[in-house]
Structure formats: structure tokens, C-alpha cells
């Protein structure tokens, strides 16, 4: 399905301009774009081949067989060149033809059966049929068959009968040799089959095999381009291509070659090589304008979140806004299409219903709110980044950039989003603020078109997102600006959970519950330092302790989503969640024994109910030995556990 995504059936349709194909009644392919005055002639070449020979043969050595490398010497006998005339012409594109019909459900490999028996005969016919001495003929008949068994393997494959397809494609490449120069017929089927290879062995998960053959593939292409060639395609028999269609069809087989080596190395995690290849492979497809815009800017803005692991915003700033122009074109195309359907809905009176809106394409829609993702994302990112240079927990010497290579991608109307949107690391709160305006308005673009009743859980995702973009700016504002974006992420997760049912949503639930108690928590510290600093009173005291038991109760709830349906928690968590449990517990004890209270009686309620949490991690991590990512906060909830009995009786 990847190959044929990526040009098989644009190559194989290709060949068929300017033929006019028709069905005799039978159902069989004949080519009926031949004027009656060329049907007599080739009666009469057939009737007086005597007469004809020395023609046919010059013809086709003229128009057929010219060498690109002028390796080849002599001439092609008449026999030969009227049976590639009559026979290969014919036959083979026949073959080709209804390997591309459209197949029915029921039986859906029965036309590639029947094109895969056509090859398969005419592969036969080829090989029986004798060659003379000249080393142009012998040449030019190894390179049929060659092709031949190239297109079969390729029919094989696509019919699942992979082993089968893969002897032919070793039969191919073990032709192959370094030393020897390549020869423009058979060029195209190298690198193919390598490709090819590359493909069964990626599937077979024998990612280094697969490289090998990929890369091999690389150095056909490369020794083809030193030396200036122009390949024939893979499906061209006879001559029926420029040399420059030939170079463009050429250069589509190594832009695949490039995307195979990029999942290969995705898969081998070597992600730097992985993306210098998705890098290639796009901007190739760009230049020659062989993309989908949509799909192709949505994968190049994924490209985007590499470079920002990789600290190189400058790059990642490049693919996104990139991205966006080949988005904003593609808009303005999906608005005069729905703009003509309306049109066309006004002269026919077609209904308002089939009309088309591309506001309902939830596939181009999907790919426009993923470039916008990407860029909220930036956004975060860098905000993070700066936010922990600010408070200290990471250093400039952490955020260079080890990208050795920019990116040379020039689309138009990429700069705007180039200047308006920043690239240095925030060292002011101005700064900071330029991050947050600019993602926030990407933020509420995506909100726009994830409706919490129609896409639930992507719009919960933005809503997180921008609750991120308020925490990371808190970092850089004073006390009570702080505390008041702390509580605008409350009051917009509170929101979100409030709308969702835990019997469908209950991973989100639990998600939300726990981001919630974190802001709760955060609330409660800024407001807690803030009483330490000056002389607290009762209502200072009351909110703080609000707020505190709100941070309880939102990780009480995300550990209540975790009971089974008779209300107990689970003896053994799974591992994904074990550290959020003990988390929670480990949180929600340090708060209790932070609430602020004058009674002495509430005090020792408080710090009976953080021992009961601090001596839970300290049981479960007692029955579950083999856990040790808790070590730290272990160590100190088992000294909460020996000091609070004591401090407890003394109150």
C-alpha cells in the first residue's frame, strides 16, 4: 500500500497518455489508437519482411535501443526487432493495462492473475527466442528480461505472494555489480529492486538488512547522477519518453528511497539520520511538485517537534511556518471549490446538503488543525525551555543547538509567519508574553473547530495546552499575577472535567483530576510563601487552607478512579499509573500536614491523616520490592512515618 502510494500507479498510468484504450466484447485490452493507415503499413512490413528488414531494423535501432552510455556495438537483427515490434509493443503493454483496472471486491488480485500470466508467457517467449551476434541485441534482450522480472515481482508482491516476488528481485540484483558502469535500460530496475527489498525487509522488521538495500539503491542513484544519465522508466520496453520525463521519473524512485531510509531509521531509533531524510524526502517532493499540500504540510510541521527536541527552534520555526503558506494556499483552493459548488448549487439546484463545504472535509480539516497543533506546541516548548533557565533547573549550555543542517525550503509566503512568530529564548516577562500571545491565538484557533460535544478528546488536549502556556508564563510574573494564571488553568480544567462522564472518559478523568490537584497544590505553595513573608491574617489563612484541601480533594478523586466497582484499590497498580498513585498519596500527605489550623485537635486530625498516606507508599513499596523509581520520596515518607507519632502525641 506504501508503494503505491508513493508513484507505482502514477508511473503505470502515465505510460497510457495519448493511447486510447477500449474493450472488445470478449473483455479484452486492445489499443485501438492506431490510424488505419499505420495498420497497412505493418501489414505490409509483415507481408514483405524480405523487403523490409534492413528498415525495421534501422528503425528501431534509431528510435528503440539507443544506449545512453553508447556502450553497446553493431546492429539488431530484422528478426529480432520484429519481434519486439510485434511482440513487447503489444503484449507487454496490454499487460500493464489491465494491471491497473480497477479490481472487483470479490476478486480483487484476479486481474493482476491475469497480467502476471501475460508477463510471465512473454518473459518465456523472450528467452526462447534466439539473438544474434551483435552485443547491442544481447544487451537490449537482457534488459527486457530484466524488466520483466522486475514488473512480476512487483505483481507477485502486491499479491501477496512475497517470496515469490523477492526471487525475482534477487535474480535482479545480484546482476548488480560496483565495478562495472551502469547501463540507462536497466538502471531504473536496480534501484527499484533495491527499494523493493528494502520494503519486505523493513517489514520483516530486519531493519539493517533493509538499510543495505536502501542505500545500495542511494548509490545507484548517485553513480546515475555523476554520470549524467537519463534511465528508461521502468515500464518503457520500447522508447516512449523524454529524457526528461525519464530524469523525472528517475528522480521520483530515489525521493522513495529517501522516505524508506527515513522509517528505517525511525525504527532503528536513530532519530537525527531519521529526519535528515524526512527532511530530504519533502523537500523534494516540494521542488518537484510531487505532494499532496495538506498531507505534505502536516509532515513537515511534524518534522518541527524533532527539531525542538533537538534544540534548534530556528529549524523548527522554518518547517512551521513552511507548513502554514502551503496550508493558507491550500485554504484559498478549498474555498473556490466550495465557492464553485455553490454555484453549481445555484444553476442546478442541487441540494444545499451536497453541496460541498470544506469546513465538513474532516480529512483536510484534521491536517489543518495538525499544523496548528505543531505550532502550539512551538510555543510551549520554548516557553518551557525558557521558564526552566529562569527558575534555574536549566542553563543556556543546554539549549544549543547540535543541528548541523538548516533547511533549503523556500515556500512563498512562509516569511510572515517567519517574523511574527519568535525564536530566542525568553529572558524578560515581555518576552515570555510574546510566546503566550502567539500560541494562546493558535490555541483558540484549534479550539474553534474542537467542540467539546463533537471531538471530546482533542478538545480536552487544547485545553490542557493552553493551560500549559499559562503555568510556563506564571514563571516569569510576580506573586499575584501568578496566582491569578494559576487560577484561570483551574477554572478551565474544572470546567472540562466537570463536562465529562468517567464511565466513557475515564482516562481523561483521571488525566484532569490530577493536573487539577497540581494546580491546587501550586495555588496553596504561592499563597502559603506569601503568609510566611508578612503577618497572616484570618482570611489570608482561610483562603490558603481552601486551597488546599481543594489540591486533596482533586488527588483523591483521581485516586478514587481507580477503585474497582467495590470501592477498593487495586493490591498491585499497573505499572503506567503506579507512580502517579504514589504521587498523589505522597502529595496529599505533605499538604494535610501544611493546613493551617489554631486548634490543636484539628492539627493532630491533620497530621493523623498525612502518617495514614505516608504509611501507605511505605506498605506498598514494603509488598512490592521490585518497585524502586519512588527511592527518594520513600526515604522520606518512612521518616514521616517514624517523627509524626510523636509530634501527633504531643498535641
Not at 528481485?169 to 528494502?198: Q, V, W
Not at 489563612?541 to 478523586?557: C, D, Q, R, V
Request: hydrophobic share 35%; proline share 3%.
Amino acid at each position: 500500500c506504501v508503494w503505491r502510494k508513493f508513484g507505482d500507479m502514477e508511473e503505470l498510468e502515465g505510460m497510457d497518455r495519448g493511447m486510447n484504450v477500449v474493450e472488445n466484447d470478449g473483455g479484452d485490452v486492445v489499443d485501438d489508437g492506431v490510424h488505419e493507415e499505420e495498420k497497412e503499413s505493418d501489414l505490409v512490413v509483415v507481408s514483405n519482411e524480405k523487403n523490409s528488414e534492413g528498415n525495421a531494423s534501422q528503425e528501431l535501432e534509431d528510435m528503440l535501443f539507443e544506449d545512453p552510455l553508447h556502450c553497446c556495438e553493431g546492429k539488431i537483427s530484422a528478426e529480432f526487432a520484429m519481434f519486439v515490434k510485434s511482440n513487447i509493443d503489444s503484449s507487454f503493454e496490454d499487460a500493464i493495462r489491465i494491471s491497473v483496472k480497477e479490481a472487483a471486491e470479490e476478486k480483487p488480485y484476479e486481474h493482476m492473475y491475469k497480467a502476471r500470466d501475460m508477463l510471465t508467457d512473454l518473459l518465456d517467449n523472450i528467452g526462447s527466442q534466439p539473438c544474434g551476434p551483435s552485443p547491442m541485441e544481447q544487451k537490449y534482450k537482457e534488459a527486457c528480461i530484466l524488466r520483466l522480472k522486475n514488473i512480476l515481482a512487483q505483481f507477485y508482491i502486491d499479491t501477496e505472494e512475497v517470496s515469490t516476488g523477492c526471487n525475482f528481485l534477487h535474480e535482479i540484483i545480484n546482476l548488480f555489480d560496483d565495478e562495472k558502469p551502469l547501463c540507462g535500460y536497466t538502471a531504473a530496475l536496480f534501484i527499484d529492486s533495491f527499494n523493493r527489498m528494502g520494503v519486505v525487509w523493513a517489514e520483516r522488521k530486519e531493519n539493517d538488512k533493509a538499510l543495505d538495500m536502501l542505500h545500495k539503491a542511494e548509490d545507484v542513484y548517485n553513480r546515475v547522477k555523476h554520470n549524467d544519465i537519463a534511465p528508461w522508466t521502468r515500464y518503457e520496453m520500447v522508447a516512449k519518453h523524454t529524457n526528461d520525463e525519464r530524469v523525472s521519473s528517475y528522480e521520483d524512485q530515489y525521493t522513495h528511497s529517501l522516505f524508506f531510509l527515513a522509517q528505517c531509521y525511525g525504527h532503528l531509533n536513530q532519530p537525527h539520520k531519521s529526519a535528515l531524510y524526512v527532511q530530504q524526502t519533502l523537500v523534494r517532493q516540494y521542488e518537484t511538485n510531487q505532494y499532496e499540500n495538506l498531507e505534505w504540510a502536516l509532515n513537515l510541521a511534524a518534522l518541527s517537534q524533532y527539531y525542538l527536541a533537538e534544540n534548534a527552534p530556528k529549524e523548527a520555526r522554518q518547517c512551521l511556518a513552511c507548513a502554514q503558506a502551503v496550508v493558507d494556499k491550500s485554504v484559498v483552493e478549498l474555498k473556490y471549490k466550495q465557492k464553485q459548488g455553490q454555484k453549481k448549487q445555484e444553476d442546478d439546484a442541487v441540494d444545499e446538503e451536497d453541496a460541498y463545504n470544506y469546513e465538513d472535509d474532516d480529512d483536510a480539516m484534521e491536517k489543518i488543525m495538525g499544523v496548528a497543533r505543531c505550532f502550539v506546541m512551538y510555543h510551549i516548548q520554548m516557553l518551557e525551555t525558557s521558564s526552566a533557565i529562569k527558575s534555574g533547573t536549566s542553563d543556556d549550555d543546554n539549549v544549543v543547538s547540535e543541528v548541523e543542517h538548516g533547511i533549503p525550503l523556500n515556500v512563498e509566503g512562509a516569511q510572515v509567519y517567519i517574523e511574527e512568530t519568535p525564536v530566542e529564548v525568553a529572558r524578560t516577562t515581555e518576552d515570555a508574553r510574546k510566546y503566550f500571545v502567539q500560541g494562546q491565538k493558535w490555541v483558540k484557533f484549534v479550539l474553534n473547530y474542537y467542540k467539546i460535544d463533537q471531538h471530546a478528546t482533542d478538545h480536552i488536549s487544547c485545553v490542557q495546552n493552553h493551560s500549559l502556556l499559562y503555568k510556563h508564563l506564571a514563571t516569569f510574573e510576580d506573586v499575584d499575577n501568578a496566582s491569578k494564571m494559576q487560577k484561570r488553568r483551574a477554572d478551565m480544567i474544572e470546567h472540562v472535567l466537570d463536562e465529562m462522564n468517567p464511565q466513557f472518559y475515564l482516562a481523561v478523568c483521571k488525566q484532569l483530576a490530577f493536573e487539577l490537584g497540581g494546580i491546587y497544590q501550586e495555588m496553596f505553595e504561592l499563597k502559603t510563601d506569601k503568609l510566611q513573608s508578612s503577618k497572616p491574617d484570618a482570611k489570608a489563612i482561610m483562603k490558603a487552607t481552601k486551597l488546599g484541601s481543594k489540591s486533596i480533594f482533586n488527588y483523591l478523586k483521581f485516586i478514587d478512579y481507580h477503585r474497582d466497582h467495590n470501592k477498593k484499590l487495586p493490591e498491585t497498580y499497573d505499572p503506567a499509573v503506579v507512580r502517579g498513585i504514589l504521587t498523589a498519596h505522597f502529595t496529599i500527605a505533605r499538604l494535610y500536614s501544611k493546613l493551617y489550623t489554631t486548634e490543636k485537635k484539628m492539627r493532630a486530625k491533620n497530621l493523623e491523616q498525612s502518617l495514614r498516606y505516608f504509611m501507605y507508599i511505605d506498605r506498598y513499596c514494603i509488598t512490592h520490592p521490585d518497585y524502586t523509581d519512588f527511592r527518594t520520596e520513600l526515604e522520606l515518607a518512612r521518616e514521616m512515618v517514624t517523627l509524626l507519632p510523636a509530634q501527633i502525641n504531643r498535641l
